[in-house]
């Protein structure tokens, strides 16, 4: 349904005239939304997945990222990651893919931007912890438990709980909790190309940069990346691209060939299969026998470095050490909240009315920042207080 014409932006473009000009036929183009669970007036000049972006970004969940861990905690100083920047770099290399292989770059940003807003604190150590304590009350699951905050969590309207977000943001989602479960749904149909991007972007981010905090942090050396074939070829094209690349210089031109190789790589595999789909309907394309992605033999590699961070960063002892102690206080502190609910804040008591006394509190725990949990664990918690 078209907006009505509001004279005061009659010379301004329409949503629908840009993504004309822009899109191949297989994006999927604002028009076609179907729309949203709470029916809103359409916007004059903002198209409906420009507003998902701007409620994602404005969400309290949102800005709870910057204190969440990607991989390391506080403890290894400022210079690593957090679920927030690893959120906006997974959001660059999205919109660039999904830019140059004419897709919806609107919704693509906005996917990227929701893709990790459920993270629990202290990572996916805390994700484990959760979904143990959780286990009989259906478990815990990050992507998830962002659905839970897209619908029910956020206050952002008088009427109604939750974000209100379009059915394709939140399908897009649920792809990455429940695939099985959407792939039967949808009659056999894969993804939507969109979502298919930012699975690609989150792949290739997370190799690229949990190496780069690996090395800068020490818990591996450059000499040890480069056991991998990947970071091996970045390493030679580096130096034979800059005379004396060394040390940090080094690791940061690695980082660089890392992103730029497989992003070409994408770009040049799915940018040839889908000149194969000109004329094809959004929906046409994701019941394709394609996904989105690198070729068999970059995969290969991204699998070799992935199974060295794995090892070698993943299961180093001290963030082992941390993991165990995180899980650890994640676990006592629902078992603390169920022994003695009137804690909770009063606002949450609603909420254990719809949902039960322990899945109220997961949520809860789930919504903390890393330091929030610490200072909440110590008032309550910790031995003493």
Same mark, same amino acid.
């Given at each position: ?36 669970? &709470? ?10 997945? %420009? ?17 969440? =861990? ?33 897709? *919806? +770059? ?12 459920? &993270? ?10 959760? *979904?143990?304590?959780? %286990? ?6 990050? *992507? ?6 897209? #619908? ?15 059915? +394709?943001?939140?399908?897009? %989602? %649920? ?20 979502? @298919? !991007? ?23 050396? =450059? ?9 091996? +070829?970045?390493?030679?094209?580096? /130096? @034979? ?15 660089? &060939?890392?992103?730029?190789?497989? !992003?070409? #790589? ?9 000149? #194969? ?22 995969? +290969?590699? /991204? ?21 165990? #102690? ?34 109220? !509190? ?24």
């Amino acid at each position: 349904m078209k907006p009505a014409v509001n004279e005061s932006f009659a010379n301004i473009s329409t949503v629908d005239e840009r993504e004309q000009a822009l899109f191949a036929s297989y994006a999927m183009f604002s028009r076609q939304s179907r729309g949203r669970k &709470h029916p809103q007036p359409e916007h004059p000049y903002r198209g409906p997945f %420009q507003r998902d972006r701007d409620r994602i970004i404005h969400s309290a969940a949102f800005r709870r990222l910057s204190g969440k =861990m990607q991989v390391f905690t506080g403890d290894f100083g400022d210079y690593h990651r957090t679920r927030l920047t690893h959120t906006h770099e997974v959001s660059c290399l999205a919109r660039t893919l999904g830019r140059c292989l004419r897709l *919806n +770059e609107d919704l693509v940003e906005a996917l990227a931007l929701f893709h990790d807003i459920g &993270h629990p604190p202290f990572g996916h150590a805390g994700e484990d912890a959760l *979904n143990e304590v959780l %286990q009989d009350y259906g478990g815990f699951s990050h *992507n998830r438990f962002a659905l839970t905050i897209a #619908e029910d969590l956020e206050q952002r309207y008088a009427e109604f709980s939750g974000l209100n977000l379009t059915y +394709e943001l939140l399908e897009g %989602q %649920q792809t990455r909790a429940e695939k099985a479960a959407l792939f039967a749904a949808t009659g056999g149909a894969g993804p939507l190309l969109e979502v @298919q !991007v930012v699975e690609a972007a989150d792949s290739m981010t997370y190799d690229a940069h949990d190496s780069d905090d690996a090395v800068k942090l020490g818990l591996v050396t =450059m000499a040890e990346l480069e056991q991998n074939t990947l970071v091996r +070829e970045a390493v030679a094209a580096s /130096k @034979q691209r800059y005379a004396n690349c060394t040390g940090d210089l080094l690791r940061k031109a690695v980082v660089h &060939h890392l992103i730029e190789r497989q !992003v070409s #790589e994408v770009l040049r595999v799915s940018g040839e299969r889908l000149a #194969e789909c000109r004329g094809l309907t959004s929906d046409e394309a994701r019941r394709l026998d394609f996904r989105v992605g690198v070729g068999p033999e970059l995969a +290969e590699l /991204k699998r070799e470095l992935e199974r060295f961070l794995y090892t070698r960063v993943y299961r180093h002892p001290k963030l082992v050490a941390m993991r165990t #102690e995180a899980q650890s206080r994640l676990q006592q502190a629902f078992q603390g909240y169920l022994d003695r609910p009137e804690l909770l804040p009063a606002h949450h008591f609603r909420r254990v009315a719809r949902v039960g006394l322990p899945r109220a !509190v997961g949520d809860y725990l789930a919504g903390m920042t890393d330091r929030f949990f610490e200072a909440t664990f110590e008032q309550h918690f910790a031995a003493g207080s």
